[in-house]
């Protein structure tokens, strides 16, 4: 089955700074890399995600980039506030349908802290 | 966006009982939502996949005879904790898809429930 590596496991930087966390996957036929933020007893909110076909995605300041060749992505945060520390999640799931459609697995999870 | 219900957010209860928890989704229907089990510190590792009208598919090493899964509709999905131990306590939380008429891959977490087995 598909086996996703996150690092780092903790990741501490000061306001303003960018931060950037990896994510390796295993499995080829995975598709779909989406990466969720979440606070300590909440759900799991998704803030980006990136499909196999795209090599780069942006939303303000967050960034996903994947290399497919090296089964690898990543997230990029810049300029980082207070607000975006928590626990960031990546994971990677098969697409298109079937029964492993949705089916996702996670990284180690990355404890972001942004010191004002 | 969607909506996923999930209740009770918090559970505390006796060893060797049982307790259910129900996954909602209120504006779509789901023909397949997940459960996940995360404890303190740790990811979320997926325990099995509910498809509505079918028997859940349990992940390597989850015994689904302790975990009972039903999803008898397109909007509800129930894992059952039976005779909980202290080590079942964890944060539980599911996810739905919705019916597959797009490729849209994009999951809709419920808010998840914290069972304390004492």
């Known amino acids: 089955g598909e086996n996703v590596e996150q690092h780092p496991s903790t990741l501490s930087v000061q306001e303003g700074d960018s931060a950037v966390i990896k994510c390796t996957y295993s499995?080829?036929?995975?598709?779909?890399f989406p990466w969720y933020k979440q606070e300590l007893g909440k759900r799991p909110q998704l803030i980006i995600d990136?499909?196999?076909?795209?090599g780069e995605k942006k939303d303000q300041r967050i960034a996903v980039t994947l290399n497919k060749t090296a089964k690898h992505f990543s997230l990029h945060i810049t300029e980082t506030q207070p607000e975006d520390s928590a626990v960031y999640f990546c994971a990677a799931s098969k697409g298109g349908g079937g029964t492993s459609y949705g089916k996702l697995t996670f990284g180690q999870g990355t404890i972001l802290t942004v010191h004002p | 966006g969607a909506v996923v219900s999930q209740h009770p957010s918090w559970v505390i209860c006796k060893s060797g009982t049982s307790v259910k928890i129900e996954c909602r989704s209120l504006?779509?229907?789901?023909?397949?939502m997940f459960w996940y089990r995360q404890f303190p510190k740790q990811s979320l590792m997926l325990m099995a996949t509910?498809?509505?009208?079918?028997?859940?598919?349990?992940e390597q090493g989850v015994e689904k005879d302790k975990f009972l899964i039903n999803h008898a509709s397109l909007t509800l999905s129930t894992l059952t904790v039976t005779s909980a131990h202290p080590e079942d306590s964890s944060f539980y939380i599911c996810s739905a898809r919705e019916q597959a008429t797009t490729l849209n891959e994009k999951l809709f977490f419920g808010s998840g429930t914290q069972l304390s087995v004492l």
């Open positions: 499995d080829s036929a995975s598709n779909y």
């Open positions: 504006d779509f229907q789901a023909t397949t």
């Open positions: 509910s498809n509505e009208g079918s028997k859940a598919t349990y």
């Open positions: 990136i499909r196999s076909n795209v």
